[in-house]
């Protein structure tokens, strides 16, 4: 159960880390852009680097898929060590994940962040640390990495977060009132084409 439960945390902090900051500048981006810039923008974050994205989520699950199985074994156990690919999996699909996550942010925002190279690093370097520990160990060492990226840009990004949620309520304010617009026009015309009955 505790190594399903840091399985689910590391999803989480994976969703966090695209979808609480990233994920809406780059929308906000995208609709400010126009004509052939805006179409290159989406092919190019939402095609070309959401693939890699995907394919990282799927490395991490696969490698989170054999450590749970070796920890639920009962000819092993959480003492023993994982052997094979899982743990390089682990690891690389979280390292994929960030990599290209970080250039998704970069080609969407022009911006870079120290905290997402810092976890890549960090990953890198505790990955052959996570090889020499056990099933259990290497699967919390990844969680606690993933939770700590969520604690620091929490405290750090904190202004910027709060300025980007009031820009999301904003441009969905707007969108609302374009779109209600939008209706009350048409709405207007359907009824001076309708015939009048004598």
């Known amino acids: 159960m505790a190594a399903a ?3 689910i945390v590391v999803t989480a902090g994976l969703w ?3 979808f609480d900051f990233i994920g809406p500048a780059a929308r906000i981006a995208l609709h400010a852009a126009e004509g052939a810039p ?3 923008m989406a092919r190019d974050a939402y095609a070309y680097l959401y693939l890699p994205m995907i394919a990282g989520v799927i490395l991490f699950s696969i490698g989170n898929e054999e450590i749970l199985h ?18 390089p999996m682990l690891f690389g699909g979280l390292i994929c994940y960030f ?3 970080l250039l998704f942010q970069l080609r969407t925002l022009h911006t870079v962040t120290w905290t997402r190279i810092g976890v890549i690093l960090v990953l890198s370097a505790a990955l052959p640390v996570g090889q020499h520990l056990p099933a259990l160990g290497a699967l919390t060492l990844a969680t606690v990495i993933c939770v700590a990226l969520v604690a620091v840009e929490v405290m750090v990004m904190s202004q910027s977060r709060h300025a ?9 304010t707007s969108h609302e009132a374009h779109e209600a617009g939008w209706r009350a026009r048409w709405h207007d015309v359907r009824e001076t084409d309708e015939p009048t009955t004598p």
């Open 38 to 40: 805006r179409v290159a």
């Open 16 to 18: 966090w880390a695209h």
């Open 5 to 7: 439960a840091l399985g």
């Open 70 to 87: 070796k920890i639920t074994d009962p000819a092993g156990g959480i003492a023993e060590k994982v052997e094979g690919p899982a743990v």
């Open 164 to 172: 980007l949620r009031a820009a999301v309520f904003q441009e969905r």
């Open 99 to 101: 990599a290209v996550n």
